[in-house]
């Protein structure tokens, strides 16, 4: 079976080397904020070409705290998809301000600017832009929009690490960009860890003492924070992690190109190809068709897993059904979320993987 994710047979180097990276830890005796977190901090500060990063317990805490980085909160509003994970919407919530949910393109799935334009109001503070499936696309246009709106940009990187437009990297386009370390991601720790990226100094003071109970010296509490710090020995397999990056996002990437160069099935359609190869770090190869249950089927049958992302957009989650959305609807979303098919594309695939995968979506028919 060709898996979407597969860790077990990632090299034996890389785990031999976040076993060191485990020991290590354990004989330094310091487990919470310390060295490890400082330099995995300092190295993708430097990966993402910004300032500042701040570790954290997860993504979905990096946008909440983003967010009320920014002073925002109750009686804000925020704009983003319909179609993310259910994560973006719900860390707008804990935030305290009110999400509005806009609607895509069908071509990428991202996020669509004039439908953003009909969801701005007086009360619109932010948008966050989701870089799903590890694409971006259109950024100059949001970093535009949200400067002559006058609101915040804060992207949500947790699926396009290392996704590069013009030289500069996700989470340095907006005033802010949160990154999910969850273990599926394209950098994912043996557990739950995420981190703040940003180049403005005020904005890192509060995400550091937010994640610490609000504390800006020890013992001393002059915000209500939460407990969203990133432990020492995820931080030390994450920098592990770190050095092979590059090659397995190269590898996506050529995984991604095979896929738009050869999968040729009329009842299967692709999202659009990327305008520059660096720009999309293959996260999710998605595909859309018609007859997703029966293409799911035969996928199975020819050996090749399948997921779905997401089944529901989250206008329709029972959690958000009153949601606050484009008045013209949200139509585009549910259609994707009706018809979308994520298929296996991760580095541990081998050519004859990719063949087998190419060739399953090819021999797909409707009798
Ligand atoms: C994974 C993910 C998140 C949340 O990250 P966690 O680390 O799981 O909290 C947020 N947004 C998107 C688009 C994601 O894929």
Excluded at 11 to 21: D, H
Excluded at 97 to 112: G, K, R
Excluded at 190 to 195: E, I, K, L, S, V
Aim: glycine share 8%; aromatic share 6%.
């Amino acid at each position: 079976m060709i898996l979407m994710n597969d860790f077990k047979s990632e090299p034996p180097e890389l785990r031999n080397g976040m076993l060191s990276a485990v020991q290590r830890v354990l004989e330094s005796g310091w487990y919470v904020l310390g060295n490890e977190v400082e330099n995995f901090e300092a190295a993708w500060a430097q990966t993402c070409g910004v300032s500042h990063a701040i570790g954290l317990a997860n993504g979905m805490d990096a946008i909440e705290i983003a967010l009320r980085s920014l002073d925002i909160g109750p009686g804000d509003e925020v704009i983003t998809t319909s179609m993310s994970a259910f994560a973006t919407v719900l860390a707008i919530y804990r935030s305290g301000a009110t999400p509005v949910l806009a609607d895509i393109e069908s071509e990428t799935a991202l996020l669509s600017l004039s439908s953003v334009r009909r969801c701005v109001t007086r009360k619109t503070k932010a948008i966050v832009l989701v870089h799903l499936y590890g694409q971006i696309r259109g950024i100059s246009e949001f970093v535009a929009f949200c400067e002559e709106q006058g609101i915040y940009l804060v992207e949500d990187c947790a699926q396009a690490h290392l996704a590069k437009v013009g030289g500069r990297i996700a989470g340095s386009f907006g005033i802010a960009g949160a990154y999910s370390f969850y273990p599926t991601k394209n950098l994912g720790a043996p557990g739950d860890a995420g981190m703040l990226v940003t180049s403005d100094v005020g904005i890192a003071d509060r995400a550091r003492r937010l994640r610490n109970y609000g504390q800006s010296i020890r013992y001393f509490h002059p915000v209500i924070g939460l407990n969203s710090r990133l432990d020492e020995i995820h931080a030390a397999i994450l920098s592990e992690r770190l050095t092979l990056l590059n090659e397995f996002t190269r590898r996506r990437q050529t995984i991604g190109e095979a896929f738009h160069a050869r999968i040729n099935n009329k009842l299967v359609r692709l999202l659009s190809a990327p305008e520059s190869i660096d720009s999309h770090v293959y996260h999710l190869f998605v595909v859309t068709c018609a007859h997703r249950e029966s293409l799911r089927a035969h996928l199975e049958n020819k050996g090749v897993q399948t997921l779905i992302h997401y089944p529901l957009p989250l206008h329709h989650q029972e959690a958000c059904l009153s949601i606050q959305r484009d008045s013209d609807g949200l139509s585009v979303s549910l259609q994707h979320a009706e018809t979308c098919l994520s298929i296996p594309c991760h580095p541990q695939m081998t050519d004859s993987d990719v063949d087998l995968v190419i060739d399953a979506v090819n021999s797909f028919w409707v009798g």
